[in-house]
């Protein structure tokens, strides 16, 4: 699945790096995929030192196999690195470019159970990348009115991207960053709940524990594993994994 949304700050760095470790916890061959230039979910894993080799570089621009994935913390990450970005003004001379990370992961679909992309922040080529090497879509969207502001332009990529591939769905959106003491978020998610489905149960905004992890490099429930935002994960992980058919259990 590639967890996507082309405007920034909606949670979807955070949303692979953690469910992606909850699924692994629960015994799923989870593999990741950092496509954003900025590289935060290689950095939020504490990984660093990448060279552009061993990001998808390869495979976008030469059509190369996956180079061989990074492990850490019980999954498997093919990272990311800032010159990745010099990928999107290469792959629009390269016929078919857009189709390489779907080819690539299916020489390796025996190995994993899981592929979960994080998308940039954009609707350039590296978005499409992961969009079309996708099964299903994973969308966070914000309970603020930038989440509302931000549909027009996710309804009108979808509808492109499934011309291309008509199969592509919509697995689950999960609304992120709600506080229900605000009137604000509590209408935003009503209106979510009117017009979205399916919808995941929101995600309480909770930022001590996020940004400690972050710091750290470490999924929430490796640095602070019982908590409400461990907990708050582990929800939202069973909502992603019954959105997939995937099995996965709450652990206590």
Known sequence: MTVFNHAGGAGKTSLVRDVGYELAQ?????????????ANLTGWLGVD??????TVYPVAV?????????HVHGLGLIPSHVSLA???????????????????????QTQYDVVLIDSPPSLGQLSILGALAADHMVVPIPTRQKGLDAMPGLHGAFTEYQ?????????????????????????????LQKTLSPLAAPIPQREAVWLDSTAQGAP???????????????????????ALNLPYQVKA
């Open 62 to 70: 030469d059509g190369l196999p996956l180079p061989p994935p990074i």
């Open 49 to 54: 030192g990448v060279q552009r080799q061993q």
């Open 220 to 242: 929430v429930g490796a640095y602070a594993p019982g908590s409400p935002v461990h907990r708050d994960i582990q929800q939202v992980t069973s909502d992603v994994a019954a």
């Open 163 to 191: 011309e291309v591939r008509p199969d592509l769905t919509v697995a689950l959106y999960v609304p992120t960053f709600y506080d229900g003491r605000r009137l604000h978020d509590r209408e935003v998610l009503a209106d």
């Open 26 to 38: 629960g015994g799923q061959r989870v593999l990741l995929i950092d496509l954003d230039p900025q």
């Open 86 to 108: 010099v990928a999107e003004g290469q792959m629009m001379g390269r016929v078919g470019a857009q189709m390489r990370l779907r080819r690539a992961l299916h020489e390796v």
